[in-house]
């Protein structure tokens, strides 16, 4: 690079000397006197002229012996160069000061083009490397002092345990290095969306009182290649520019998923991007203090070199709360609103089954809506079960004038369908609400059926929750007939599918398909076999006939469920079980 700057500035000075020489020439040069064509055959004759020139057809231009310049007509006579030799006078077919001005300005134009071209060169390898080096910097969100510790963390009481471990190291790594124990590089926070895996990061580093770095996965895929690797590089130099911290990657399978096992398969960028992040983790110090921690809800997506020790060595699931987490978030959230006295949490936390940190959050902030759209002053169990009702199937629809009698008969026995067989098959769920009322999600109607918090599912829980979703089906068929059963069913076959698919396919707990998980034997991409088809279809033809066998037996029930939900649109969990207990009776 330096030999060729030298040879710029050479060729620049030399151009710059034969200008200024040229010039100069030039500026010597004596004035032209315009002379008639007698004068100058007279001055021949004289022998006062030294030469003449013959390059101009229309003029001809001369020296005098005493060195004044001189210009006339051309008349163009073919011998009038031999008329002139013969007189003494010296004939050239050129002029010597035209040529001077050519040469000047063919030097000055070639002079003016390289220094363009080379000021464009520069500039324009500036303003790339300008561009390159802002495309290969990483906007990260640098909190330096994170303000969030583990007592804003709710729920997941396991997984903050194995958090606070590491707050230790990150302070005192020479201490565990005096052992010879090696500072966990990578964590990665695996579970389903909105359960808190960015707080507990953050958490980390607040409790460590270390800056925090926050970056997504999709800052790193690019569509140049290259890109994403100088990001990584660009991200841990930063990193390491602050000494301890704690850097998250969010949704890390945008970058980090399985690379293709073929010659030309894959994604040459993203392999990139993931083999720079693989050697940036792996060139880490014992000692650096540096933490890494992912997220992401696919964990079985990613990348095998990701996930081996020394790279991310810790998996730890933050997954859907328990009862008693739900208490302690909701109790976190409302902490800054005004709850009525008649609010129990206690009550929301058992009825909130499958809902997440965020879900939670998002309940207690549409009840304090709702609460500051009335204002009252406080946060009421009706603004709370309004919420709690907008958030799981919409909002009321508030024009219901286009609804025919017909489709709200239909509704009530289908609705009634679902709640009666959750109360006979599965005492020990509750049914908080059945409702005809249609909703702005598209549900005409529906039955809030809530199962208490189990670790596992047995086969015959998954059987009981195939029943109750095939129930407002049955109750249809028995009703109006097998002529008369409507779509309403069709998220409901939707969710039975899934859970009997599940049963047979996944759990081997069909005596036919054996005790084979068939996502492993064919790979969970390849779709279902026939044989696999054929046992899903039987098993839930006998599940659908049991239903509507337990739903028969108790029609007189099912016809009080029905005319009460047409009279009163909506029924609570003591309604129902008043109706159900006075049939008995």
Known sequence: MKVKKRVIIYSLLAIIIIVSLLSFTAGNTPPEREITYRKFVEDVKAGKIDRVYLEDRDKLRGIYKNGDVFITDNPRKPSLKEELLLQGVKVEEKNGSFTAENILSFVLLIGLFVGIIYFLDRKSSRQTQNSMAKLSSVNVDDNSTVEVDFSSVAGNEEAKESVKELVDFIKNPKKYTKYGARLPRGIIFHGPPGTGKTLMAKALAGEAQVPFYAVSGSDFVQVYVGLGAGRIRDLFKKARQSGKCVIFIDEIDALGKKRSGGIDGGNDERDQTLNALLSEMSGFDENEGIVVIAATNRLDVLDDALLRPGRFDRHIEIGLPDVNGRLQILKLHSKNKPLDATVDLKELAEQTVFFSGAMLENLLNEAAILAAKR????????????????????????????????????????EAGHALATRLLA??????????????????????????????????????????????????????GRDGITTGASNDLEKATQIIVSLVKRFGMNNKAGMLNYDILYGSSEGIGDDIIIECRKQMEELYNSTKKVLKENLSLLHAIAQSLLEKETLDEQQLNEIIFAKAV
Do not use: W
């Not at 946060?379 to 709200?408: C, M, N, P, Q």
């Open 375 to 414: 204002g009252s002053g406080t946060i009421k169990k009706s603004d709370i079960d309004k919420a709690f009702y907008t958030v799981v199937a919409g909002s009321e629809k508030k024009d219901r004038s286009s609804l025919i009698e017909k489709d709200k008969y239909i509704t009530a026995y289908h």
């Open 427 to 480: 005492p020990e769920n509750r049914v908080t609400k059945v409702t005809i009322i249609p909703s702005t999600k598209g549900a005409g109607g529906f039955s809030m059926n809530i199962p208490p918090d189990r670790m596992y599912h047995s086969k015959r829980d998954m059987e009981k929750q195939i029943k109750i979703c095939l129930a407002g089906r049955a109750a249809e068929e028995l009703v109006f």
